[in-house]
Structures are given as structure tokens and as C-alpha cells.
């Protein structure tokens, strides 16, 4: 049945660009946003069909991880490439500079998200916005699908204080249902001067589509996201390695799928763990972490070199996946083992709201708080905001 797949497989907004032929972007000068994800439906990267198109663009600025996905430490400036300037945005600069846009007629973003706040792609998107604002050029998104779906929402609203941190720079919840094209559009009503923004939507994408509806080619978005059930429980165990001496996997073969620390007793994890219907299970396990990185350099990961006895987590009912009941209860059982106020001072970071987080500490069932900033009215105003930015 692959005339069925081809039938419902989603088109980005860069397969959108290139029916036209790049029409959009013959005789501009322009800058392009991108890393190793801008890849269309056939898996060919961006760069390439601009070439192929005679339109290359004048600069290339890349996010985290660089332009291949494969950094796993700060990039600063201009990075190897010849002829077009490749300039990172993960370094002590996050944002393009003025003298960087000079003589550029917009620019253009094409970089795959995958739904939770503190993933660092939105923040390099929103700055990046904020920087095209200020040149008075357009910007244009080619949009991706979220693979969490259009439809999840969940979590707080962080800090008023945290937001603009780079792994907290929207006023969004933790699982934003949001798309890069819609997030733009969010954040460019917020702008006081704002920009000139044109998101090329995609066809054929519903917002209850997971990931694994969409029939794209997969492309691991960074070093340590390897897979779909990875993006599923990066809302959960994500929001943990902040903690000292804690890994969440990374540099073994299942990063956020494995979770552990010295300071952490398996079994009695298990015991603690409420058996709950949140669409994942936990069992004990042991993993090695790699002594070297994607770029076979050392590694700085904890527990570089060594094995751990650890934890297993797996989605195993999509029917019931709560990815924000799962954390909460993820903090409840680590405060048996791990004192609270550890728990708070640095979990804090990725979670966003304070309030809630010592609620949930404190005792209080994840559901219960849930109910409470749920009716809060910056919330219900959040609501509206992102109504207005939706595009499906």
C-alpha cells in the first residue's frame, strides 16, 4: 500500500518552496537559518536544492549542535565553509548581528523542533526573528511538523524572571503544541517593532499527527535525540539532568531512556514509583556511557567512561502518554532519595514556574496542581495569544 503513504505524507514548508522552484527567493540576497534537519520529503538537504535552483543564500547561521547536529559544545563564530559563511549562534553570540544582516533582503528558517519549551531550536528562532525586526528585513519560516502533535498542551508557564533564558526564552508551557511557523507567529505579536513574517505552511498535516504520521525521513535533530520515543520522553526526564551527579543517558545508545545516578538506589526507586496510567514504564537496568562524544572527542557527560546501574524508561501506552503527570511524579520519587530543596534549586530551570514545583515537591498530586495554573488568568491569556498564532 505505499501509494497510500505517499497519499498522507506531509509536505514542509521547504518542499512547498521547492515546487515552486524557489521563485520566492531568485535574485535576493538572503541569509538561511538551518542546521543538518532542513532535509524535504526525499531527504536531500536544503542547501543543496537552493544550489541546484541557483539561489544559494549569502550566509548560513546555525543553532546548537552546529550545521551537521553533531557539536555537543559552544561554536564560537565562523565555522569552516567554502564559499557561503557559516556563522554559529551558539556561542557567546545568540542572535545575528547587525553588520551580519547588512545588505541581506530577508532571511530564512528551517530547522526541525520537537515541542518542549527547553529545547534550544526556538530560542535561536526567536532571536533570530527579533534580529530581523531591527533590519527591517522579512523573515520567513519553512514550517515543520511538531512530533508531539498540534494538540498536546501541558505544563506551566515559567517564571516571568526565567523567560529569555536560552532554554526558556517563550512564555510558553513546557509541551507547547506549537509549530516553529506558529511559535514565530506568537512571538512576533509580542514584538514591540514587529517583523515582516512570512511562514510557508505545510500540506497535508493535521494537529492530532504524531510523528509517525507524518512520513518523513527521520534525522536525529541533535547528538542525543535518536528517535521518536526519545522526543516523547524528553518532557519528562529532560527536565532532571540539571541535577548533580545525575545522567539521563547521554552517551549511551538510548539517550532519555535511560536515567540514573550514584546517589540513587534503583530498587527502591521501583518501590517508590506509583504504578500509574501516565503511558510509560520504568524497570532497573545498567548502561554504559562513552568515554568520547559524537565528534570523538572526550566526553563531558556524567559518568564519562563508567557503568551505572540505573533505571529503564519506556513509553509503552500512547493511549495515556501525560508527559507533565510523569515528570511531576519523576520529582516525588527522586525526593525520597535526593533532598527536595536540590531537586528545586535545579530542576527549577527546566520546569520554568517555582510555584507549582514546590506544590508538587511539597506532596501535592501533579493533577491537582495542574487544575491550579490551569485557571490561572496569565494562563487563560496565553490561551488566547496562542489561538491567534495558530495556523491548523
Not at 244 to 259: A, L, Q
Request: glycine share 8%; charged share 20%; aromatic share 10%.
Amino acid at each position: 500500500m505505499w501509494w497510500v503513504l505517499l497519499f498522507c505524507q506531509v509536505q514542509t514548508g521547504a518542499d512547498e518552496l521547492a515546487q515552486s522552484g524557489f521563485e520566492r527567493l531568485k535574485g535576493l540576497k538572503y541569509g538561511l537559518i538551518c542546521n543538518h534537519t532542513a532535509v524535504d520529503r526525499n531527504g536531500t538537504h536544503l542547501l543543496r536544492l537552493l544550489e541546484q535552483a541557483d539561489c544559494p543564500p549569502q550566509i548560513i547561521f546555525t543553532p546548537e549542535h552546529g550545521f551537521s547536529g553533531l557539536a555537543d559544545r559552544p561554536i564560537e563564530g565562523q565555522q569552516t565553509s567554502d564559499p557561503i559563511q557559516l556563522v554559529s549562534l551558539y556561542g557567546k553570540e545568540k542572535k545575528p548581528s547587525v553588520e551580519q544582516l547588512a545588505g541581506l533582503d530577508c532571511l530564512v528558517f528551517d530547522i526541525q523542533d520537537i515541542g518542549t519549551r527547553f529545547y534550544t531550536y526556538v530560542s535561536t528562532m526567536s532571536q533570530c526573528l527579533e534580529a530581523a525586526a531591527e533590519a527591517k528585513i522579512p523573515m520567513i519560516i519553512l514550517d515543520r511538523p511538531n512530533p508531539l502533535g498540534g494538540l498536546l498542551l501541558d505544563g506551566p508557564l515559567p517564571d516571568p524572571e526565567r523567560c529569555g533564558a536560552f532554554i526558556c526564552y517563550l512564555p510558553i508551557p513546557l509541551v507547547h503544541g506549537m509549530t516553529m511557523g506558529e511559535l514565530a507567529r506568537f512571538h512576533n505579536a509580542t514584538l514591540p517593532q514587529p517583523a515582516q513574517l512570512e511562514v510557508v505552511t505545510l500540506a497535508h498535516w493535521k494537529r492530532e499527527m504524531l510523528w509517525d504520521s507524518c512520513g518523513l525521513p527521520w534525522v536525529n535533530p541533535s547528538p542525543n535525540m535518536r528517535s521518536f520515543e526519545e522526543i516523547l520522553l524528553y518532557p519528562i526526564i529532560g527536565c532532571v539532568e540539571g541535577i548533580k551527579d545525575v545522567s539521563v543517558g547521554r552517551g549511551t545508545d538510548r539517550p532519555f531512556e535511560y536515567f540514573g545516578s550514584h546517589h540513587l538506589d534503583p530498587e527502591r526507586f521501583l518501590k517508590d514509583w506509583k504504578i500509574t496510567r501516565f503511558g510509560v514504564s520504568v524497570s532497573t537496568t545498567s548502561f554504559s556511557v562513552d568515554p568520547v562524544n559524537a565528534e570523538g572527542q572526550p566526553s563531558s557527560y556524567p559518568y564519562a567512561g563508567t557503568k551505572l546501574n540505573g533505571l529503564r524508561w519506556v513509553i509503552n501506552d500512547r493511549a495515556h502518554y501525560d508527559p507533565i503527570a510523569a515528570a511531576g511524579q519523576l520529582f516525588q520519587t527522586l525526593a525520597k532519595q535526593i533532598p527536595p530543596d536540590q531537586i528545586q534549586a535545579t530542576v527549577v530551570r527546566w520546569w520554568g514556574d517555582s510555584a507549582s514545583l514546590s506544590q508538587i515537591l511539597a506532596g501535592q498530586s501533579p493533577a491537582t496542581v495542574r487544575q491550579s495554573w490551569q485557571k490561572n488568568k496569565d494562563y487563560q491569556s496565553f490561551l488566547a495569544q496562542r489561538k491567534a498564532a495558530l495556523l491548523y
